[in-house]
């Protein structure tokens, strides 16, 4: 098996799976993503195998501790191609493979819901302790919740993912937050994407409240549920 760097990977990869292809699909790393072709496709398929991986390590983490019922549930998605495209074109990126690959973080995405804050923490440990697992960056919104109130901590990691006899190492989102967290979160995000809604004053600063809010409601009853 051959064993391919970490650094530049996929890049190397996609040039193969380049060669994969029949000469008038041959792929080149700087040319505009088309979302129809069949190099397209591949490249998701590494990504569906990144987020296969993450879930594989979280649930041997899950078995592991088990007991302390450090996890609620978890979720993943791949982005959508109209999404990315939307993205690299609201940060004005060119629309090629080369600045998908390299500059949009979150095309795999996994979400682990914890029940309580301390939960989170340990889950980043060992998730940081994780042979399998490659951490890139770290933000922790929970420590520094974001202007509108977010919270939730984040990760950054590269996963290595075989296929066709290469190990490739493929970048992921890993987003872990509290059930309180994500409740907070998935109103907002509907409010913020309702069609032909723009969030009012009035709105964002009830979020930011509620934000608070649930934060000292989650601190109250991890107190009733420790004692
Ligand atoms: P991008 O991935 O380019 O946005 O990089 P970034 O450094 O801005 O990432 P950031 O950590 O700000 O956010 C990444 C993801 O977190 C988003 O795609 C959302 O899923 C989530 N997120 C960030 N801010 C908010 C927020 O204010 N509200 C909600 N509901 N989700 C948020
Ligand atoms: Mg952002």
New binding site residues.
């Given amino acids: 098996m051959q064993i391919i760097k970490r650094k530049g990977v996929i890049k190397t990869e996609i040039n193969q799976l380049g060669r994969l292809e029949d000469q008038n699909h041959k792929l080149n790393i700087s040319n505009k993503i088309n979302v129809k072709s069949d190099v397209f496709g591949k490249l998701m398929n590494f990504y569906a195998l990144a987020i296969k991986k993450v879930e594989e390590e979280i649930n041997n983490i899950n078995q592991e501790y088990h007991e302390y019922h450090l996890i609620d549930h978890v979720k993943s998605r791949i982005k959508s191609p109209k999404s990315m495209l939307q993205?690299m074109e609201h940060?004005n990126y060119e629309l090629t493979y080369q600045n998908l690959i390299e500059r949009?973080?979150?095309v795999a995405?996994i979400r682990i819901i914890c029940p309580f804050k301390n939960n989170v923490y340990v889950i980043k440990s060992l998730l940081e302790q994780n042979s399998q697992i490659h951490v890139l960056n770290i933000?922790d919104?929970i420590a520094h919740p974001?202007?509108?109130?977010?919270t939730?901590l984040?990760m950054i990691v590269e996963v290595p993912v075989t296929i066709e006899n290469n190990i490739v190492f493929v970048k992921a989102?890993i987003?872990i937050r509290t059930i309180a967290m994500d409740f907070?979160?998935?109103?907002?995000?509907d409010i913020?994407y309702k069609p032909q809604n723009k969030v009012t004053k009035y709105q964002s600063k009830e979020l930011i409240k509620c934000a608070k809010m649930l934060n000292k409601i989650e601190d109250r009853m991890v107190k009733i549920y420790y004692n």
């Fill in positions: 993205k940060k949009i973080n979150d995405g933000k919104y974001k202007k509108s109130g977010y939730s984040h989102e987003q907070w979160a998935e109103l907002e995000h913020r």
